[in-house]
């Protein structure tokens, strides 16, 4: 079986809260800045300072794709997505209702539900984020970051260890 | 698309609304934003009206490239006649509430009359409904908002409002959205409480079709670039607009007690470094904020780590808190920057101002101008940041002799006070100083004393001036888009090429005004960054609007023009002290006590300041008066206004 594609990696920590990814996500699939028609989106606990994004975990054993009750979505493994097939989508948002994430969008305007498609492989969130809050890597080295800075926590614990030792001796 | 967002004048005594399109020859003229707000507030007041009567007309703006791939399009524009001095009231603020008033439908609102209880406007897609704000009013500012959400059932709405002190018309109040974002200048807050208009909610779903996505996506991509490649917005994106705070304070621009030094000791204290270190760190090592779509995120999140208020969270405090709330009263206390910052954050009311006004407070109790009797027992001592705090809750809530005599402003105050304390205040057309001092920088003193909301550095500064650039990068920058020969000088201390200087940013920044972008993307603190050349592509590719570099100058000088009117229309002559083109004695007369060796021992020269006015006049179709010549107005189209044409 071929290597499994990339996927979104979303680090809370960095986000400023700017929501660009929101304007650039509706006008690269629709046309229009409307933040209500984007993939992403930004929660927020303003009196906290604390901003979050979100957007679909292109999960294995996707909850949306069991739920569909005519097969409309489906996984594509190549660019490990999951995706819907508007021909066959009657709109009954059973996906929007079962996804836990609330990732699956319905758009009133269009009566059809959407979701992050990773912009076939080049996503435009993560090409504006500045920060870098939004990354797209490899499923594998998606907990790098944060294997590296548990690892600096616990080197930080041996030097300072060390310097104990050191001191009592 | 953008240029189908409407117009909508709602009047508040009678409940009337009239929705309309905004015409295309209007855009072309005034484009939208503050150009347009100019326009509305010249065509929709008379001369003379109450500023905090129902007869004054207030706007609420977005730019023509709000919402749209421009990035840093959240500018939200407020006018009103100004309640501080008479005379232009105009004031822009960042956030989230603009885009949201555009996906309702909404690029500009015009508020007239006066509602007979308090209310709130709420704005949802295309449709305008005034709402009771009987459980909202008396709350603070992030309140107000969180209150409206919750009656609102819709945790997206954005609001704009003000608090307790825009309530009770304290005329220094501004209009607040989300945490710090404020439209601070010339008193707007006040305006909407003497109108019964506590805030405006919006909340939207509409399309806004972008004319090329593709190119505006590629162009936008670019401009970023452009944007985060600037060192300047690197520094400002760590550390916030303070980042200019040691620089600016250890040359000796920093105006401390009131205006009796350009520097503040001890200013270490309070140094974003200092921030860092001493406030709780919730946030990880990424600790900035930013407003609709920028990279530029200049905002600080905070948490206050001790004192009372240990565990309050606020964001900023921003390069003109330092000044306002700390060099100026000269309390190098970081607690006290925190506390203050959060404090009128809360309340509604400008930081500049009220810092400024009860700076001077504090000079005029030092001459034995101000006594015990007017403070009503408050002893106003330098450096002293209980009594400072507590001048500010005074005012903030009208309180007492001293409260309610600062909270008329500092032009009112001082004929209330009487004696001379006019000459000790340092203001122009009744708008106090920020915290710099001009007296070394004559270009900036020139900006402040004609700036058309009085004396202000985000009208016309030109801030790139302290950068010493070679003049063959001045003359790129200043000869377009209409061509400049004259002279230019590398030198902050000169006034030669100043006046060009100052019209070229006067109407650069009115250019980002009427798109709405933020003036950190455009040549303000970083002379790398985009201006009329970028902005006619953006434009186009965003709207399909097709006006070249010149086009928006000449809609930028058109509108200024249109702020110079309405001035002259409410009695600016060009000496008038308070409501003229001039500034206070003090420039002239007392030199800088400390700074570098080029800004100490500093006054502006007079003769010289009198014939850069003459210079920036005739730059600007204006006589020797200050009044625009009869083939200005016809240039630029104004001849027969108010034209009443929207």
Redesign the interface.
Known sequence: MEPMGKVLAINP??C?????CE??CS??H????????SRIKIIKW??????IPTSCQQCQDAPCKIVCPVKAISRDEKLSRVMVDHNKCIGCRSCVAVCPFGAMGFN??DHKNFKCDLCDGDP?CV??C??KAVDYVDADRMNLPKKRAAAERITAAQREAAALMSESH | MALNRKIAIIDLTTGKIDIKPIPLDIRKKFIGGRGLDAYLLYNHTKKGCDPLGPDNTLMVSGGILT???A?ATSRCHVMAKSPLGGMLGSANGGG?FT?ELA?AGFHHLVFKGKAEKPVYVYVHNGKIEIRDAKNIWGKSV?DTQ?AIREELQDEDVKSLVIGPAGEKMVRMANVMT??KNSAGRTGMGAVMGSKNLKAIAARG??????AH?KE??EF??RF?DQI?SAKVNQTQGTLGTPFIWGATNSWGGIRTRNFQYNQMLYADEIEPEAIDENCLE??????????????V?CRA?YKIATGPYAGT?D?GPEYTSQGGLSSEPDIPSLENLLVCNHLVDQWGVDNLEIGSVISWAFELYELGILTKKETDGLELKWGDAEVFQEVLRRVCFREGWLGNTLAEGGVIASEIIGKNSFDYLIQVKGVSNLHSDERATPGLALNIATASRGSDHLRSRPAIDLYHLPVDVLRKIYSSPVPYDGPLSSEHTEYIGKPWQVFWHENCYMGVDCLGICKYHTTFLGATLPNFEDWSKVLYYNTGLEMSPKDIWDVAERSNMMERLFNLREGLTRNDLKKGDMLNHRYFDEPTRRGAVDAVGKVIDREKFTKMVDEFYQYKGLDENGVPKPETLKRLGLEKEPSHLL
Request: charged residues 20%; proline residues 4%.
């Open positions: 920590e960095k400023t809260g700017c929501r660009l304007l650039v006008v690269y629709d046309g229009v800045s409307n933040a209500a028609r303003e009196s906290e300072g604390r901003y009133v305007i435009q090409r504006f500045d920060m | 919402a749209t791939l990035s989230f885009p996906w992030t969180w989300g945490i779903t509409m399309d806004i079709k972008i996505p505006a996506l936008n991509k970023i985060t919730t946030m990880g090592p990424y600790h900035m904020a930013g407003c609709f779509g920028c990279q995120h999140k969270y964001e």
